[in-house]
Structures are given as structure tokens and as C-alpha cells.
């Protein structure tokens, strides 16, 4: 069966912390993405890579960074993290035409 | 820029009901339009999706009706359960991998 594993599911951080979300892909594909979900706001994308060492800002990359060093993992890397990073996760991997996403990682900044 | 419009929000229909979801794009570049479940605590899954040279596609209780002059699409789905109680999102996607979503829909199916 193929997926995407997300290495936490719930994550608890203090403000002005530095927080890593790790994504790990078995589908070879090529893409990846990191999404953040709130409610009423739908899915808004954070960063994305078509290659490894390559990345792209999304629509709301402000406070964030990537890194893909190997061709199955994306990593999203809070700077310092702040309470209105408070929300649920997405990494998400693609072939040509679809996605597959993990199960999410709810972060909470206190 | 939204470039995937969805509507509506939020729908109640009755067990056994027809519940559908409309999207509407712009872009003609766009050329696989999936569609999305998601239970809450979890990620979205793929649940259908068409190509634009082809009018309907149907998988069980799941159809999707498209439009291309209109450039709309539709999900349908047919005798509804509790069970189909979720999020959906539409997508429209392009480029080699590249997809843009609609803002998503709660379903709640009323037993």
C-alpha cells in the first residue's frame, strides 16, 4: 500500500522555537508539498518541490522553509515558531496527475 | 487568486438523498479535475477524478459530471450514508503534478 508518512501526528511547541515536520514518500513520485489546513480557509500551500535540493515558495511561505535532500523526503521547517503557526499539516507527494497525502501533523504553539 | 470556485460550503442531506458539490475553474490549461474525501483527523484521499475529453464518470455511488464549455464540474453522490459524512475538495490540475484545490465542502448526511 502505497503512502506518505507524516513522523508526528500531534506536536506541541513553544513560541520562538525551531520545528522540523518530516514527510516521507514509497511512490518514487517526483513532487511534493506542504499544506496548511484551517478552518474555513480550505488548504493553503506553504512550499513545494519538483526535484531534490529543489524548492518553491507556494502561496504562504512567510515563516517557513524546506529542505529535500533525498528524492522521498520533504521536510518543513518552522523558524521560530509562533502561536499563528498553530495548525493541521499536510505533505502531500504526486504523480503526473494526483495526490497522495499523509494523515497530517497538528501542531500547536503555546 | 482563487482559480477553483466551490459551493457550496457546507450540505445537509438526508440518508438515502442526493448530495452534489459544484466547482468552477477559468484556466483551460487545466486537464485532470480529482476529487478529494477527507474524515476529520486525517489527509484528503483521491476518491474520483476525470479528464476533460470525457462528459461523466461514474465509480459506485461517486459521479462526476463535467462541463467543458461551461468550465464546471460536479460531484454526485447517490444514495447517501452516513458514512459519506466528510469534507470533499474539488481540484483542477496542470503542469506536470501541479494542482489547485477548491475550498472544500462538509458533507453531513442525516441518518
Known amino acids: 500500500d502505497v503512502k506518505v508518512t507524516q513522523s508526528s501526528r500531534y506536536l506541541v511547541k513553544r513560541t520562538g522555537e525551531k520545528v522540523f515536520l518530516e514527510c516521507v514518500q514509497d511512490m518514487d513520485h517526483e513532487n511534493m508539498f506542504w499544506y496548511r489546513q484551517d478552518p474555513g480557509l480550505g488548504l493553503r500551500l506553504i512550499y513545494f518541490?519538483?526535484?531534490?535540493?529543489?524548492?518553491e515558495k507556494g502561496d504562504i511561505p512567510e515563516g517557513y522553509s524546506v529542505s529535500r535532500e533525498k528524492k522521498e523526503r520533504f521536510s518543513l521547517i518552522l523558524e521560530s515558531a509562533s502561536t499563528n503557526q498553530t495548525s493541521m499539516y499536510l505533505c502531500?507527494?504526486?504523480?503526473?496527475?494526483?495526490?497522495?497525502f499523509g494523515s497530517g501533523t497538528r501542531l500547536t504553539v503555546v | 487568486q482563487q482559480q477553483v470556485k466551490q459551493s457550496p460550503q457546507s450540505l445537509i442531506v438526508q440518508k438515502g438523498g442526493i448530495s452534489i458539490i459544484n466547482c468552477a475553474y477559468e484556466n483551460t490549461a487545466f486537464d485532470y479535475f480529482p476529487w478529494y474525501q477527507q474524515f476529520p483527523g486525517k489527509g484528503p484521499a483521491l476518491l474520483i477524478a476525470i479528464r476533460p475529453d470525457v462528459s461523466e464518470k461514474k465509480e459506485g455511488r461517486f459521479t462526476i459530471s463535467f462541463n467543458k464549455s461551461a468550465k464546471q464540474f460536479s460531484l454526485h453522490i447517490m444514495d447517501s450514508q452516513p458514512g459519506d459524512s466528510a469534507t470533499y475538495f474539488c481540484a483542477a490540475s496542470w503542469d506536470a503534478g501541479k494542482s489547485t484545490f477548491g475550498d472544500g465542502t462538509t458533507l453531513t448526511v442525516k441518518p
Open positions: 502531500a507527494s504526486s504523480n503526473r496527475w494526483s495526490y497522495t
Open positions: 518541490s519538483y526535484d531534490v535540493k529543489m524548492k
